[in-house]
């Protein structure tokens, strides 16, 4: 089977159509020695290789069937859930890691990932563990260079660049490494110049094509990213993401385009009909009210894209379908969402999902794309209460018990704190991980909360100006800690004063009512015994709500509303 491999692996890179290698050669082998896991792991590549993860996903899990410890099967596994399910791909990291603390191209991986929570220091570690294995390898010092560009060094950067190209200057994978890891960053304009850099040196690079294409697409360069993706189909005819692009822009191309001031619009001619004005309106108005306060001055025009399809949202914005859960996101001067009329946005309000994405346009660009995720979600989720008291997310009974850490053990969500930290609160260096690697849905919740009342917090202490000369100097390359301290909030200082603040609001929830957990008899109790409880007990909060609950399922409405009021009035 090996050299049935080989041959195919061959004839691939020679250009032979990539469903006849998988139907001529990897599933040949599949088909005549099904216990043979390197069949399965050749034909996963290959589909990995066109950017189908689950087609590849779908191979791998099919050959670790065979042999549950192949560390390649793993890798490759790990590698098709990066983007999709980055969860999952760090529980198989971790796994591949206690089998092989050196697998070098998985700790590359986690080397990415670690950039992305902005863990510098674990990132340092993990690359010198590389430099142990092997002290020549590329990608090593392709990484370390496009670690010191994303830190400003430039002449670090430069000096790293040099010993990646040391051993063939016409590598066009440095720059190209180099390049992704900006993109990553959401620093796209500074990763262009890397990509084209690649392509100079190896014109015939499809994956640094692709990803200037799609780094264009987030700078707002949308002619020329079409373009490239064009030729891109024609290169590589079997490209997921290439495909799914360019089916979309056909649509696309039927949308109308709207133009006020610095804002671009682009969306569907009916919806612009009914919903256009609105949105060039209420961005006239975030324009009013962001820009001095945080000290945005506009460089271009701002281009927003609002799809009503859910799966063309998450093509425009991720190359591929999903994105659940996604109801707009922000690349700086370019926004998509879902459209007001789209079903992606149906149980949400759009005008809070623009507001929201635009104060990222007004702090990454002001920051130069150095704030930290935490600083910068805090921001927008902030701003959703200025745009209308009504939208500031509320400080719930959960969030109460979880920052007092009053859950029982029995039913403490993922991420919602231990027995031993006493409080679901993340520390300031941990925070990041709350959006990147959540140990639950509640928890990605939790942290935009904790990240909306920092903000809070430093605007009553310190006021807008503070925030505003924070991410100035973050624009001017000054490392966050740095920034905080010389604004006057030292982060190891924020975090003390912080948690004794959040704790103090988090008791000041109901501060009359009786937050105690029901006992079984209570709880599993007729109506009517509960009626008696809650008339013994007229403070029980739970007891309140699931007496409420019996009696809207009795259709007993106006019962329950009396129900309510009571806990109203201790908890407006």
């Keep these: 089977p090996g050299d049935i491999l080989a041959v195919g692996q061959v004839k691939f890179l020679k250009g032979m159509e990539p469903k006849d290698v998988l139907d001529t050669y990897f599933s040949d082998v599949i088909k005549k020695f099904p216990d043979n896991p390197e069949g399965y792991l050749y034909a996963g590549r290959l589909a990995l290789d066109k950017y189908d993860a689950r087609l590849a996903s779908k191979r791998f899990y099919e050959g670790l069937k065979v042999d549950s410890d192949n560390v390649e099967l793993k890798y490759s596994l790990a590698k098709a859930f990066f983007q999709s399910d980055r969860g999952e791909a760090l529980k198989i990291i971790d796994e591949i890691l206690a089998m092989n603390p050196n697998h070098v191209l998985t700790l590359f991986l986690m080397v990415e990932h670690l950039l992305v929570e902005d863990n510098r220091e674990k990132a340092e570690e993990l690359l010198s563990r590389i430099e142990e294995v092997n002290p020549r390898d590329v990608k090593l010092w392709s990484m370390r260079a496009g670690l010191e560009y994303i830190e400003g060094n430039k002449e670090k950067g430069d000096e790293f660049r040099e010993q990646a190209l040391a051993d063939w200057d016409k590598n066009p994978e440095v720059d190209f490494v180099i390049g992704s890891l900006l993109g990553q960053k959401l620093r796209s304009e500074e990763a262009v110049p890397f990509l084209r850099s690649s392509l100079k040196l190896d014109a015939d690079y499809l994956p640094a094509d692709l990803e200037l294409a799609q780094n264009l697409l987030?700078?707002?360069?949308?002619?020329?990213?079409?373009?490239?993706?064009?030729?891109?189909?024609?290169?590589?005819?079997?490209?997921?993401?290439?495909?799914?692009?360019?089916?979309?822009?056909?649509?696309?191309?039927?949308?109308?385009?709207?133009?006020?001031?610095?804002?671009?619009?682009?969306?569907?001619?009916?919806?612009?009909?009914?919903?256009?004005d609105s949105i060039l309106d209420l961005l006239e108005r975030a324009s009013k009210e962001m820009h001095d306060k945080y000290g945005f001055k506009p460089r271009k025009n701002v281009l927003i894209e609002c799809f009503p399809n859910q799966a063309d949202f998450a093509i425009r914005t991720f190359g591929v379908q999903g994105g659940d859960g996604f109801l707009g996101v922000c690349f700086g001067y370019v926004i998509t969402m879902n459209s007001p009329g789209s079903l992606g946005s149906k149980l949400s309000n759009w005008e809070v999902t623009l507001w929201h994405e635009y104060a990222h346009t007004v702090t990454l660009d002001v920051s130069s794309m150095r704030v930290p995720r935490w600083f910068t979600e805090g921001i927008s989720v902030h701003e959703e209460g200025q745009l209308n008291p009504a939208y500031k997310r509320r400080l719930t009974s959960d969030y109460r018990k979880a920052i007092l850490g009053?859950?029982?053990?029995?039913?403490?969500?993922?991420?919602?704190?231990?027995?031993?930290?006493?409080?679901?609160?993340?520390?300031?260096?941990?925070?990041?991980?709350?959006?990147?690697?959540?140990?639950?849905?509640?928890?990605?919740?939790?942290?935009?909360?904790?990240?909306?009342?920092?903000?809070?917090?430093?605007?009553?202490?310190?006021?807008?100006?503070?925030?505003?000369?924070?991410?100035?100097?973050?624009?001017?390359?000054?490392?966050?800690?740095?920034?905080?301290?010389?604004?006057?909030?030292?982060?190891?200082?924020?975090?003390?004063?912080?948690?004794?603040?959040?704790?103090?609001?988090?008791?000041?929830v109901g501060p009359?009512?009786?937050?105690?957990?029901?006992?079984?008899?209570?709880?599993?109790?007729?109506?009517?015994?509960?009626?008696?409880?809650?008339?013994?007990?007229?403070?029980?909060?739970?007891?309140?709500?699931?007496l409420a609950k019996k009696l809207l399922d009795a259709e007993q409405a106006e019962e329950a509303k009396t129900v309510l009021d009571a806990i109203i009035a201790d908890y407006p």
């Design 218 to 276: 987030r700078t707002g360069d949308e002619e020329e990213a079409w373009k490239r993706l064009e030729r891109l189909a024609e290169q590589d005819p079997y490209n997921v993401p290439v495909y799914n692009l360019l089916t979309l822009y056909d649509e696309m191309k039927k949308f109308v385009i709207l133009r006020r001031g610095n804002f671009v619009l682009r969306m569907d001619q009916k919806e612009a009909e009914l919903f256009g």
């Design 512 to 546: 009359d009512l009786d937050w105690g957990l029901l006992q079984p008899e209570v709880a599993d109790g007729s109506t009517e015994d509960l009626k008696k409880y809650v008339e013994e007990n007229p403070k029980k909060y739970y007891a309140h709500m699931l």
């Design 406 to 508: 009053e859950f029982p053990p029995n039913m403490r969500p993922p991420g919602a704190g231990d027995d031993e930290s006493g409080t679901a609160l993340m520390k300031l260096p941990d925070l990041n991980r709350g959006f990147t690697r959540p140990e639950s849905e509640w928890q990605i919740m939790f942290a935009y909360f904790q990240s909306s009342m920092l903000i809070d917090y430093l605007v009553e202490n310190h006021g807008y100006e503070f925030i505003r000369s924070v991410l100035a100097d973050l624009g001017k390359g000054v490392p966050f800690p740095k920034a905080m301290a010389d604004n006057g909030e030292p982060l190891g200082e924020l975090e003390v004063a912080f948690f004794k603040h959040a704790k103090e609001l988090a008791k000041s």
